[in-house]
């Protein structure tokens, strides 16, 4: 069963189309699925340099076009295309996002007689993908699945008796994946950088009894647990990311993005 997400751009007559479709697993034993397509659906489609198509992984299909009625008949033909295999496209949970004009109307889509539902967002592979194109929303809701996480674990590890440090590489390891996650590809501004190391603050204070009444400042509080501050972390991580596509042969389709927004 395919299973198809799409995003479109801001005017519906000039579509950015994303169809991302989940198949079942094969034979060659290849992990599945990347957090870094929202990426690709976020960036790619057409630049002076290059035109993308489509994106092809294990199994995930990325198409692209410009316009809605082109969008309709990719679908049909990948739906048709897919049929010999024993495969056919998922159309309820197919969405529909129109990219970067979350003000602009819903229209409904119909598609070989199924109608495919518009969405304001959608989350693929664990990051959310809003009509917005910006990382806010993913980040807030990151922040939000990390807090929580944090309250779990407030009696039966925070407030416990093991040591400062074995909390610490508890959280280190429970709790700071959850929001680095997909962090690499998201856009921060210095408003959210600040945003992101009062989470950090926060969850290292909790971590130390500290209240807010003690008028401990965060320079302290680095001082006690060592941790570097969390937007700095995410900085590294992208910075490390840029390396692997600037590094990748020029056929790849990354470095083929990279290069289309940033010749090197």
């Not at 039966?156 to 074995?166: F, K």
């Not at 501050?229 to 056929?251: E, N, V």
Request: with cysteine.
């Amino acid at each position: 069963m395919l299973e198809s997400m799409v995003v479109l751009n801001s005017e519906w007559s000039k579509t950015r189309l994303c169809c991302c479709s989940r198949s079942v697993s094969g034979p060659d034993g290849l992990a599945h699925g990347t957090y870094l397509q929202p990426w690709y659906a976020r960036y790619n489609y057409r630049q002076e340099k290059e035109t993308f198509s489509d994106l092809d992984f294990a199994d995930d299909v990325a198409l692209f076009a410009e316009m809605l009625s082109v969008f309709v008949l990719t679908l049909e033909v990948m739906n048709a295309e897919a049929q010999p295999l024993g495969m056919s496209t998922n159309w309820t949970k197919t969405k529909i996002q129109n990219l970067g004009g979350c003000d602009a109307p819903c229209q409904r889509v119909i598609v070989q007689g199924n109608e495919v539902e518009v969405v304001e967002s959608f989350t693929y592979l664990g990051s959310l993908i809003h009509c917005s194109d910006g990382s806010e929303l993913e980040t807030k809701r990151r922040a939000t699945i990390a807090s929580e996480s944090m309250f779990a674990l407030e009696q039966n590890i925070w407030r416990s008796s093991i040591t400062l440090e074995t909390k610490l590489r508890l959280y280190n390891v429970c709790i700071l994946p959850i929001f680095l996650y997909g962090s690499e590809v998201r856009s921060v501004t210095s408003t959210l950088s600040k945003k992101i190391d009062a989470l950090d603050n926060w969850c290292l204070r909790r971590i130390l009894h500290i209240h807010w009444t003690d008028f401990v400042s965060n320079d302290e509080v680095r001082s006690r647990t060592g941790q570097p501050f969390l937007s700095d972390t995410i900085r590294r991580r992208r910075l490390s990311f840029f390396g692997h596509p600037s590094r990748a042969d020029i056929s790849q389709d990354h470095s083929r993005v990279l290069q289309a927004f940033m010749p090197l």
